[in-house]
């Protein structure tokens, strides 16, 4: 099952290094991993998402809040969370009748155009990852030409801290 | 005051109270050690003939003493020289700083001469390690440093400090206190209702075993167990660095189980109902098959790493705390008990496992259990470190431990070439003793390097090689797993006497077994270091034998007296 797993840890270097080592050597499936900047100076806050069974991920917990530099581990797959993830999308759009098909597409989908070229449109999209994975889906009729996506963040609600569920470093 | 980087790591280790660093100078620390010779610090710096022995010594100090061991190397191939080191004390818990030179922050990075990643070659062999660029942090990650190694789960800590910082001059301030905000040890008990759950088994149990590793010497938990086995009437069992956390002489002692471990220690383990297991990883050599794994047990696993309680087994009752506060806890909460039945059950196990004593067998040919036995006849109570094999494996079944730190050896990496550096450790922890070491001819000469500093440092420790001209364990898996195709296993060795004599080592060879006791006797009663080398047995195998992958009730028995000749049976 997947799990997403927020972490904290400070801001020095190699950190990033330790957990990705720590990750590989103990053979963790990560799926993505997203690192940057918490609210905290000096604290750095890294989303993943990992694959694995309830023993998989008491590893995964208990071995990264062994490395020195982490602070806090956190899984909140269980817990109501947002979880959002953003992808630019650069779609063949020849003709006037596809680019309209594609730009009707991304209001549903509440994407936004953000780069027009002659042979091509580029989509700002944030959601989900079944939304993202949708989207491209339906695109791809028409040629996705490129595709990058952040991975996922994650953020507890406020009204699940509020009841006490939430944790800090 | 202004001191340079390469003072403020001399300073900083005096404060910590290091009275002994092992190492070698080289080009990217050699300010370090014009300070030494400069300041005249008030410790002792052994010159090794090897990094890899620099780690082992500072290793085998800090398990002879519970202190932080201390090495230093050089940059590139020195630090990396240090690795198998480094990751022999990691496996089992050791607390050792190891201070590496590294190039100038200047070059740092451009693939300068004698330039190695050593903070990435090291991360995962390591507790933690700093890479110093900057020489404002040195006092600072010289307190951590220590602390880290020495406090929560033990281990190996590297600082690799660049030249310019060594160098450098700073006003020191010192730290008055380190505070880690993402490391905060479980120094306390597990919490009570868990301890409260833990009695309640306990004391419902009808076949209670205990299994102790080297956790137990870690905290200092030998009276709590002590206690608790003898109020609850509990059998100890014990990993191989568990051997000298129980007293083997103790009614309640069966010694080693796993691979390698007496059958009726086995049977105990693979019946038992409730399994405490202290301070031990239980790992696939103590376990066998995970799945097979004592089968009846519910499990209880007092671990201060939460990441061992569950890692290779289903854990009934977790315990994550420090054992000596845990059981002290648990102690008044387990109740008076005798377990006569299952106490005689294990006797009887054990009558069987007597009648297949290789000593009781009526044979001329000098064994290594024979050898093994009659050291422990003479030299029992001493410090002895034994290297990696099958003379490792006899060590732990013939010479019974009694005291707390007096068996040293590489559990978990499996470290051949350990023991000789590590022994000279051992002996500069605990001058007052004997050290003997336990070493076959295949490790001794992985490190023999180090005879060198046996005479430098003037150590007195006792080398016996259990000499039997092969890798003698691969050769005893090749016997059973590959129809004896010895791939690579024959030994061809020199004449370790004469070896000996050449360093200005006193030693014997002795291929008799007439000859043995009086061998070790002359040996004990030189003053100085001695080396025996023991032309043993060459095809002698460690039994019992749990097959990798197999179950620990499905072992290769000894054989009987009445087989001997042929190959063992079940």
Known sequence: MKHVVIAWMEDKPGVLTRVASLFRRRGFNIESLVVGHSETPGISRMTFVVDGDDRTMNQVESQLEKLINVTAVEDVTAKPAVVREMALIKVAAQGSEARTEIMQMADVFRAKVVDVGHQSLTLEVTGEEDKIESLIGLLRRFGVLEVTRTGQVAIVRASAKENGNGHRP | ?570
């Open chain 2, 1 to 570: 005051m202004k001191l340079t980087g390469a003072q403020i790591v001399w300073e900083a280790l005096v404060r910590e109270g290091v009275e002994v660093v092992f190492g070698i100078p080289g080009g990217q620390n050699l300010p370090i050690f014009d300070a030494l010779a400069k300041y005249e610090y008030p410790l002792h710096f052994v010159l090794t003939r090897h990094e890899q022995g620099a780690a082992h010594m500072a290793d085998g100090y800090a398990r002879a003493s519970g202190r932080v061991g201390v090495c230093m190397t050089t940059s590139g191939p020195g630090a990396t020289n240090l690795v198998t080191g480094l990751a022999t004390a990691y496996m089992d818990s050791s607390p050792v700083v190891a201070i590496t030179g590294q190039v100038a922050t200047t070059i740092l990075g451009r693939d300068g001469f004698q330039e190695a990643d050593v903070t990435g070659i090291t991360m995962p062999v390591t507790k933690h390690n700093y890479l110093v660029t900057n020489i404002n942090e040195l006092p600072q990650i010289m307190a951590e440093a220590f602390y880290i190694a020495a406090s929560g789960r033990p281990g190996p800590v590297l600082i690799d400090i660049c030249r310019d910082v060594q160098a450098g001059q700073i006003d020191v301030v010192w730290p008055d206190k380190v505070d880690l905000p993402g490391y905060r040890p479980h120094v306390t008990a597990a919490p009570v209702e868990g301890i409260a759950a833990a009695a309640r088994l306990i004391n419902e149990a009808e076949r209670p075993l205990i299994v102790v590793g080297q956790g137990v010497t870690i905290s200092g938990a030998h009276a709590q167990l002590q206690d608790l086995a003898e109020k609850a009437d509990i059998p100890v069992a014990s990993s191989l660095l568990g051997l000298s956390a129980f007293p083997q002489s103790h009614p309640l002692a069966l010694g080693m189980g796993g691979m390698h471990g007496e059958a009726f220690t086995n049977l105990a383990l693979q019946n038992c109902d409730v399994l405490i297991a202290i301070g031990a990883r239980l790992d696939d050599r103590l376990t066998g098959a995970f799945a097979t794994f004592a089968p009846k047990a519910k499990i209880v696993h007092i671990d201060i790493d939460r990441a061992e309680v569950g890692k290779n087994l289903t854990i009934a009752l977790p315990l994550v705390g420090d054992a000596r506060l845990t059981l002290e806890l648990l102690l008044p909460l387990v109740r008076p008990a005798q377990h006569t039945e299952w106490r005689a059950q294990i006797a009887a196990w054990r009558t069987d496992t007597d009648r297949r004593d290789i000593l009781a067998q009526e044979t001329t040919t000098l064994v290594p259990p024979y050898v093994i036995r009659q050291i422990y006849e003479q030299a029992a109570g001493s410090i002895v470190v034994s290297d990696v094999g099958q003379h490792q494996m006899w060590e732990a079944q013939y010479f019974p431990h009694e005291r707390p730190r007096s068996h040293l050896t590489s559990g978990g990496l499996g470290t051949m070439g350990f023991a000789l550096p590590a022994a000279i450790g051992a002996s500069f922890a605990r001058p007052d003793e004997e050290v003997w070491v336990v070493v076959g001819d295949g490790g001794f000469q992985m490190t023999m390097c180090e005879l060198a500093t046996v005479i430098q440092e003037e150590r007195k420790i006792k080398i016996a090689i259990i000499n039997n001209g092969y890798l003698g364990m691969v050769r005893q898996w090749q016997d059973i797993v590959y129809e004896k195709r010895y791939s690579a296993s024959p030994l061809v060795n020199p004449d370790f006497a004469a070896l000996a004599a050449a360093y200005g080592i006193a030693a014997l060879r002795i291929t008799e077994r007439g000859a043995v006791a009086d061998a070790i006797s002359t040996a004990r009663h030189t003053d100085g270091p001695f080396l025996l080398d023991f032309r043993v047995d060459p095809l002698a195998m460690v039994y019992p034998m749990v097959l990798p992958g197999k179950s620990n009730s499905d072992m290769l028995r000894r054989p009987l007296p009445e087989m001997m000749g042929g190959q063992e049976g079940k």
